[in-house]
């Protein structure tokens, strides 16, 4: 059995930081995702194994920052200059799969979520 385990939510204002981490598996293939209320699960962004290659999403490109520790066995996700629209819970997820994906069916492997709300 797989367990993901993210932390590092919270409230912030719009324009601050925060960064989350997810206690991973080693899995090949690590991506975070969200979900706001009322709304299906966005694609966040993800990583390589080797962390050598990643893949953003438009709407988070220039602000969020996805990094992997292999030998802590974490990822993080450092978001800068956050938006009200940022506001969802965010879902670290594993994958063995070689390449990188957007798409929520390509994960195996999800963690509980964890709150971020960004106030105006």
């Known amino acids: 059995q797989v367990r993901l385990g993210e932390s590092g939510g919270g409230l912030v204002q719009a324009g601050g930081s925060l960064r989350l981490s997810c206690a991973a598996s080693g899995r090949t293939l690590m991506g975070w995702f969200r979900q706001a209320p009322g709304k299906d699960r966005e694609f966040v962004v993800c990583i390589s194994r080797s962390g050598g290659a990643t893949y953003y999403a438009d709407s988070v490109k220039g602000r969020f920052t996805i990094s992997r520790d292999n030998a802590k066995n974490t990822v993080y996700l450092q978001m800068n200059t956050m938006k009200p629209e940022d506001t969802a819970v965010y879902y670290c997820?594993?994958?063995?799969?070689?390449?990188?994906?957007?798409?929520?069916?390509?994960?195996?492997?999800w963690g509980q979520g964890t709150q971020v709300t960004v106030s105006s």
């Open positions: 997820a594993a994958s063995d799969r070689a390449g990188l994906s957007g798409r929520a069916d390509d994960y195996d492997y």
